[in-house]
């Protein structure tokens, strides 16, 4: 070595500080994708939900009648309680699908019922019931579905994250981002 400068050294050093240049960039690319990633996520879970839940629905009221005319007061509470159990149920199977773990016990999954079912009937009232009078129309009942999806997607993970199972922190888990 004759006291001179080493060119490869220098080329190394360049290389380093644009590599670090791109990789300062990456987070805002990855954070938009990610806001697409998430509110298509919310837009599934609402469309998902709302799809099955009506087809239980459907079939849910055969059951419910045929308990109110055997039961009577107790086929009621039992048919009540039985569509409080679907409605947590799917819940519990999306949120579990689409973003984290959800506790599954009877108890659980019938409040998480309970608290969704009260907190969809309220938003969906003000997001598509009230429009849909004032706007009578194929128009109105297509955009109130869109911004509906979107909502009871929000609402439903924002339910779920009550019931959101907890693990410990000393345990290492194959996909951390997911938890």
């Known amino acids: 070595m004759s006291g001179g400068i080493d060119e490869s050294k220098i080329d190394e050093l360049k290389e380093s500080f644009e590599k670090s240049k791109k990789d300062e960039s990456e987070p805002e690319t990855k954070k938009k994708e990610k806001t697409w990633v998430i509110l298509a996520k ?6 998902a939900f709302s799809l099955i839940f009506a087809t239980l629905v459907f079939l849910w009221a055969f059951g419910f009648f045929a ?3 055997l039961g009577s007061f107790i086929g009621l509470a039992i048919g009540l309680g039985l569509l409080m159990l679907i409605t947590g149920g799917i819940n519990c199977f999306l949120t579990s699908l689409l973003w984290f773990p959800v506790k599954t016990s009877f108890w659980s999954i019938l409040g998480h019922g309970i608290v969704l079912f009260i907190a969809l009937i309220v938003v969906n009232v003000i997001i598509v019931a009230v ?11 297509i955009i109130t579905f869109i911004i509906s999806s979107f909502i009871d997607g929000f609402v439903s993970r924002g339910v779920a994250g009550f019931w959101k199972e907890e693990y410990p922190a000393d345990v290492e888990y194959e996909n951390p981002e997911v938890l």
């Open 42 to 47: 919310y837009f599934l879970h609402g469309v």
């Open 67 to 69: 308990l109110i005319v």
């Open 131 to 141: 429009p849909s009078l004032a706007f009578p129309g194929l128009v109105t009942t």
